[in-house]
């Protein structure tokens, strides 16, 4: 079974500093896909970024990219110039045939 | 976001009475899905849908049961409430799936979840 694995339950960061999430996933399927939602207080899921595991090129949006790791099957955020509204849980997620696998989540503190 | 609401929003119940979560669509996506997030677990797939009147188990199932008569309703139902059960419950909606080749992004959308406190 594909599990997904967030060692960080929580991290800080000061704002307009950069700080990287950590998620590994197991898996033995070569299509897929990954995700990093955010959950900020009001409990709402925010799609942040996705990557197809067939691109190597790392996907960015803004401020937000990713460095992927197949072969190490690594799939890490970094937030740059954090801002206040930043300040979430975010949670990785790998997306299989029926399912969408999510880690335990990292929650993100901003300090001002 | 408008395309997906749940109701209710938040519901306090007792140990051993049914409860019924409803799950409502405006896109007329194929998949839907229930979800159910607990501290330290992520969220954890409960059910899933991939069209009217296909449902299927998922990873925390036993408890629960599903009901799809409309390609817009989902509706979640804990036969016989516990405590254990007392989550918040996401919804989630999905155009396609991978393997079909749709040009999407395969990822979900989200309800706005629902807060289920069993007493």
């Known amino acids: 079974a594909q599990t997904v694995t967030q060692s960080q339950p929580e991290m800080s960061v000061q704002e307009a500093e950069t700080v990287t999430l950590s998620c590994t996933y197991d898996?033995?399927?070569?299509?897929?896909?990954l995700f990093w939602y955010k959950q900020p207080p009001s409990r709402q899921m925010i799609l942040v970024i996705r990557q197809e595991a067939y691109k190597q090129q790392n996907a960015t949006e803004n401020r937000f990219s990713v460095n992927f790791q197949k072969a190490a099957k690594s799939f890490s955020l970094k937030i740059s110039d954090s801002q206040l509204g930043d300040a979430a849980m975010y949670f990785c997620a790998y997306r299989t045939t029926n399912d969408m696998r999510f880690g335990a989540g990292t929650r993100l503190t901003v300090k001002p | 976001d408008a395309g997906i609401t749940q109701s209710p929003r938040h519901k306090v119940t007792e140990t051993g009475t049914p409860v019924t979560l409803r799950c409502h669509q405006t896109e007329n996506h194929r998949y839907m899905y229930w979800y159910r997030q607990d501290p330290g677990h992520g969220l954890r797939l409960i059910h899933y849908?991939?069209?009217?009147?296909?449902?299927d188990k998922g990873e925390v199932s036993d408890g629960y049961s599903v009901s799809r008569s409309k390609t817009e309703d989902f509706l979640l139902t804990l036969e016989s409430a516990t405590s254990s059960q007392t989550s918040v419950y996401f919804c989630?909606?999905?155009?396609?799936?991978?393997?079909?080749?749709?040009?999407?992004?395969?990822?979900?959308?989200f309800g706005s979840g629902t807060r289920l406190t069993v007493v």
């Open positions: 989630a909606i999905s155009e396609s799936t991978i393997g079909t080749r749709a040009r999407n992004n395969y990822g979900y959308t």
């Open positions: 898996t033995s399927e070569s299509d897929y896909y």
């Open positions: 849908s991939y069209g009217v009147k296909d449902t």
